[in-house]
């Protein structure tokens, strides 16, 4: 079993949903960051929480360090919003432990 | 401010050959972490400088793997002799200073390295 699991792997959703994509863990951490890749490869990051929750434009963290659980929510999507979503944790010796990310396909 | 910057952006080379991938850290960043992502498989932490010193390389795979930071800037990932498993694409990234579990981490573009 994977020390980050993300569910669901794969969704595609209509313009204008609500998305939301889960990241559970097993192992003790100082911080969980989402990121995003692009088709193009490249990886942005989010947000990084330790803990409550944190907003930035339609998108939503929350995480819930006592469950080991943290959700991405992304209101009104829009097809820009399209790529693979990661979850990533790090542990006291700084290293990013990967979930194996979430590929979002908003349909206009 | 320039991000994390990595050099070359794509690189096709053949089984056998040598290859280095170099990544320059934001400026001031004393940690550096290397990762990569092959082909179908989650990305995996290869190492973490911190400034010119290597804090783990618990993530590199095996002996064809060399990775510096000379002076405690930029970084340079050799793989020699390369293999058609270390096709993928691999990730730079830095953060401002050790001991600060909130910092952000700023990730390069990457560098798709194809090996045929």
């Known amino acids: 079993k994977n020390e980050v699991e993300q569910s669901p792997q794969n969704l595609t959703a209509q313009e204008g949903e609500f998305i939301t994509i889960n990241c559970s863990y097993s192992v003790g951490i100082s911080a969980l960051h989402w990121l995003q890749q692009h088709p193009g490869g490249g990886i942005v990051s989010l947000f990084m929480l330790s803990s409550g929750k944190k907003k930035h434009g339609r998108l939503i963290a929350t995480i819930n360090i006592q469950e080991k659980h943290s959700s991405l929510h992304i209101t009104a999507s829009h097809p820009r919003d399209s790529a693979v979503y990661i979850c990533?944790?790090?542990?006291?010796?700084?290293?990013?432990?990967w979930g194996a990310g979430t590929k979002l396909i908003i349909k206009p | 401010e320039a991000g994390v910057t990595q050099f070359p952006s794509h690189s096709v080379i053949e089984k056998g050959q040598t290859v280095t991938l170099r990544c320059d850290p934001i400026?001031?960043?004393?940690?550096l972490y290397w990762y990569r992502r092959v082909m179908g498989k989650e990305i995996k932490f290869l190492l973490h400088f911190v400034k010119e010193s290597k804090q783990d390389e618990s993530g590199m795979p095996n002996n064809r793997f060399l990775a510096e930071r000379t002076g405690g800037t930029y970084s340079t990932l050799k793989v020699q002799p390369a293999e058609l498993e270390d096709s993928g694409v691999y990730f730079c990234?830095?953060?401002?200073?050790?001991?600060?579990?909130?910092?952000?981490?700023?990730f390069g573009e990457g560098s798709w390295l194809t090996v045929v």
């Open positions: 990533a944790v790090k542990g006291s010796n700084y290293q990013l432990i």
């Open positions: 400026s001031g960043h004393d940690n």
């Open positions: 990234a830095s953060s401002p200073r050790r001991g600060n579990s909130g910092n952000t981490i700023y």
